[in-house]
T-cell receptor
Framework: SAVISQKPSRDICQRGTSLTIQCQVD?????MFWYRQQPGQSLTLIAT?????????ESGFVIDKFPISRPNLTFSTLTVSNMSPEDSSIYLC??????????FGPGTRLTVL | LAKTTQPISMDSYEGQEVNITCSHN???????ITWYQQFPSQGPRFIIQ???TKVTNEVASLFIPADRKSSTLSLPRVSLSDTAVYYC??????????FGAGTTVTVRA
């Protein structure tokens, strides 16, 4: 298994500002993922973050809006830039282990006013 | 990634068996079928994964017919704490998870 923590757990932000979300894993992992879950909706994959390479973004998500860092094998950050109320969501990171099983963090609940 | 279809919601009572069927008509040869559970205010949690026939673990069973165009997650003797959203996912080893709408299971006393 993997133990994943995220900071902050929740935040309320003003329109036009940016928020950086941190994801910390208790062991080294190659692949980390960032998801968004809008209120009452399912999860949508934002990007895949591998250490030592640029993140790979899914359709509808761009680096300028959601820059991602992956400085080492246990840590990643997702920044939500120039926020608008439509960015209000839960943002979750996850990691992949050898068994094709993904482990998810508790999520960061973001509210943009 | 294969598209999946699940019932939106299901109601049950404590001690009953809950069976959730997922349709995945365009499943590919290399695809696995995976189920996740999500409680409110938590990230999804892996339940079970299978490729064909039947898989059982301490939490659930997964039944997959020969044509693999559907699968059924079986939760034996549910309790109130099994109230959650259950997601059926189909995919190969490219690690990308595509979550559908999920099934909200409500267990009543």
């Amino acid at each position: 298994s993997a133990v994943i923590s995220q900071k902050p757990s929740r935040d309320i932000c003003q329109r036009g500002t940016s928020l950086t979300i941190q994801c910390q894993v208790d062991s080294q992992v190659t692949m980390m993922f960032w998801y968004r879950q809008q209120p009452g909706q399912s999860l949508t994959l934002i990007a895949t973050a591998n250490q030592g390479s640029e993140a790979t973004y899914e359709s509808g998500f761009v680096i300028d809006k959601f820059p991602i860092s992956r400085p080492n094998l246990t840590f990643s950050t997702l920044t939500v830039s120039n926020m608008s109320p439509e960015d209000s969501s839960i943002y979750l990171c996850s990691v992949e282990r050898d068994s094709n099983e993904q482990f998810f963090g508790p999520g960061t609940r973001l509210t943009v006013l | 990634l294969a598209k999946t279809t699940q019932p939106i919601s299901m109601d049950s009572y404590e001690g009953q068996e809950v069976n959730i069927t997922c349709s995945h008509n365009n499943i590919a040869t290399n695809d696995y079928i995976t189920w996740y559970q999500q409680f409110p205010s938590q990230g999804p949690r892996f339940i079970i994964q299978g490729y064909k026939t039947k898989v059982t673990n301490e939490v659930a069973s997964l039944f997959i017919p020969a044509d693999r165009k559907s699968s059924t997650l079986s939760l034996p003797r549910v309790s109130l704490s099994d109230t959650a959203v259950y997601y059926c996912l189909v995919g190969d080893d490219d690690y990308k998870l595509s979550f559908g709408a999920g099934t909200t299971v409500t267990v009543r006393a």
